[in-house]
């Protein structure tokens, strides 16, 4: 096969590999998540509601009536204790 026969396909697949890294761009660019402190519309019927949040926290709920949600981020969490066992070799 020589580089003449397959010009038109790469042409074609770049054309719809930039056509969706654009589209992927635009929606990104429109649609800003939410973040702490912002009222999220729960969907009811037992629909499924999956909001993601400007920081990487991600919610995937079920509700059977609408509800409003508030995410509060805790600025003084508790500390946290951790016990590493190490197995020794007999």
Not at 11 to 19: D, I, M, N
Not at 23 to 49: H, S, Y
Not at 58 to 81: E, I, W
Request: charged share 20%; aromatic share 12%.
């Amino acid at each position: 096969m020589s580089f003449s026969t397959r010009w038109p396909g790469a042409v074609t697949l770049f054309t719809y590999l930039l056509y969706l890294c654009n589209d992927v761009k635009a929606q990104n660019e429109t649609e800003k998540l939410p973040t702490f402190g912002d009222n999220i519309q729960i969907l009811g019927a037992m629909e499924r509601t999956d909001q993601d949040f400007q920081d990487g926290l991600a919610l995937d709920l079920f509700s059977p009536k609408n509800l409003t949600l508030t995410v509060k981020q805790n600025t003084a969490p508790l500390g946290a204790q951790f016990d590493i066992y190490r197995q020794m070799e007999v």
